[in-house]
């Protein structure tokens, strides 16, 4: 009885080889798939189905800028909290301008004051803590972040992977000056 057993575990066992050997076969005479990185790159039409880390989608009169509106729902709907998101800040008054603004509200006149532009000034995405989870993507009203297609996100230290959003748009604000300290 057992050695019948033993001849069917081994019949069994040789045809699992085989099966195997077959497969390895058939994906051995097909053409390569694989890059080798960083000396060849996958071609851009092969990433599209690729989940990389977040983007911001341009303005669409505005390609200069991103379409982002620095309303921070992205930032209390991630769970990793690896957003960064800072508003542009109100134009500074000159003197002159606010004597001329009181001067107008003396006058009755209505006076429109200078208000804070709906942009981010900042916008950085710690890649190192993002899941990649999408709820940011998800929950932004004007639709303007993506996944990018980006596959090589390498770096040696951690802040390689402090990813700044608005590199790609130019025209973006710029973040205020430090005040000089008084001393
Ligand atoms: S994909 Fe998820 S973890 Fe990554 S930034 Fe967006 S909300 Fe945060
Ligand atoms: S990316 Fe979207 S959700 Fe995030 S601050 Fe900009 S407009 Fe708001």
Redesign the pocket.
């Known amino acids: 009885m057992s050695t019948i057993k033993t001849f069917v575990r081994s019949v069994t066992d040789l045809w699992s080889l085989l099966v195997g050997l077959q497969i390895t076969g058939r994906y051995f005479r097909q053409p390569q798939i694989t890059v080798h990185y960083p000396r060849n790159v996958v071609a851009p039409e092969d990433t599209v189905s690729y989940r990389g880390p977040i983007a911001?989608v341009p303005h669409p009169r505005d390609p200069t800028k991103s379409k982002?509106?620095?309303?921070?729902?992205?930032?209390a709907a991630c769970p990793s909290s690896c957003i960064t998101?800072v508003k542009a800040p109100v134009p500074e008054i000159t003197p002159e301008q606010e004597q001329a603004f009181q001067e107008a509200e003396a006058r009755g006149e209505e006076v429109e004051r200078p208000t804070a532009p709906r942009e981010?000034v900042t916008w950085i995405n710690d890649f190192s803590l993002c899941s990649l989870c999408g709820l940011?993507v998800e929950?932004?009203?004007?639709r303007?972040?993506t996944f990018s297609h980006d596959l090589y996100s390498v770096g040696t230290g951690r802040d390689a992977f402090k990813h700044d959003l608005l590199i790609p748009y130019p025209g973006s604000l710029k973040p205020p000056p430090p005040k000089a300290t008084e001393s």
């Open positions: 911001l982002c509106t620095a309303c921070m729902i992205c930032v998101v981010p940011c929950a932004c009203p004007p303007c972040l």
